[in-house]
């Protein structure tokens, strides 16, 4: 295992230990509201500080992008490697005792994900990719699905819940997309969403607004399991935008067909 991903692997456990302690008492927790629909616990920001702690121990210059501290962070400002960070996928979820959430990690260099660790701490699922060297769960190699056709296709996906503004974009899509596939999911981590894809469990996803932290472990993974991932007109802009579509190549490119039909003007790409 390529050094800087082992560092990440025992950041991402130390997280889980204070994830997992917290679930056992979840009537106990202190929510904080950021915003409209977008909750923060004291274990978010425990956990974001502990995979800190880890990751700048051993690599002090990195620059750090993570979803509780902003970019406050960028100590290290003019390193070309970037940690980004989401500690507690899914919050909204673990608030509720439903066990579905993950801390992803990635390493960026000049943006571009090359290292990708994504732990699901309730289920002991550690999904981990370096590039180039192929994407695995606890230690096995995974692969995409191979699915070839929609209708046989399960799709997972995220509702918009924090912004509407495309909304009927969106509704379209599903309409679309709930006649034609075999079905569709929101379990509610993105992060997970994507490793779900790499590993097969899902032959596609498509979300609107996602943050690099939601993104940049989970691209990796699908990119290294042999998937492809891209914008809603299939290039790279992303990580920018937030509006991904991922899946095995035949049915990135037939989801790629339906959401790209439906794009409004002020959609971004
Ligand atoms: C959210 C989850 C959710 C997705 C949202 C994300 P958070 O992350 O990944 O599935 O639909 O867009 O913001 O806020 O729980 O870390
Ligand atoms: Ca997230
Ligand atoms: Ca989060």
Not at 53 to 73: K, N, Q, T, W
Request: net charge negative; charged share 20%; hydrophobic share 45%.
């Amino acid at each position: 295992m390529h050094p800087a991903l082992n560092i990440m692997v025992n950041a991402a456990r130390r997280a889980s230990k204070i994830i997992n302690r917290a679930a056992l008492d979840i009537e106990h927790l202190q929510v904080t509201i950021k915003r409209q629909s977008d909750f923060v616990t004291e274990v978010d920001k425990a956990a974001e500080a502990a995979i800190i702690e880890v990751l700048r121990d051993a690599y002090p210059d990195y620059g750090i992008l993570a979803e509780e501290s902003g970019e406050a962070l960028g100590r290290g400002g003019g390193s070309e490697y970037q940690w980004i960070i989401d500690p507690l996928d899914g919050t909204t979820n673990f608030i509720h005792g439903f066990p579905q959430y993950a801390i992803s990690i990635a390493l960026a260099h000049r943006g571009q994900p090359i290292q990708a660790t994504v732990y699901d701490p309730g289920r002991n699922e550690l999904f981990t990719a370096s590039k180039g060297g192929g994407a695995f769960l606890n230690e096995r190699r995974i692969r995409v699905s191979k699915c070839l056709k929609l209708e046989k296709a399960l799709i997972g996906t995220g509702f918009p819940y924090r912004v509407y503004d495309h909304i009927d974009a969106y509704l379209a899509i599903f309409k679309e997309l709930a006649r034609k596939t075999a079905g569709i999911r929101r379990p509610g981590a993105a992060a997970l969403d994507l490793a779900y894809v790499a590993c097969g469990r899902f032959d596609g996803f498509w979300e609107f607004g996602l943050s690099p932290w939601d993104m940049a472990g989970g691209v990796l993974l699908i990119a290294e399991a042999g998937g492809l991932v891209g914008d809603l007109a299939g290039n790279d802009s992303y990580l920018e935008s937030g509006n991904l579509v991922a899946g095995n190549p035949r049915i990135f490119a037939q989801l790629l067909q339906v959401i790209d039909s439906h794009r409004t003007p002020g959609l971004r790409a």
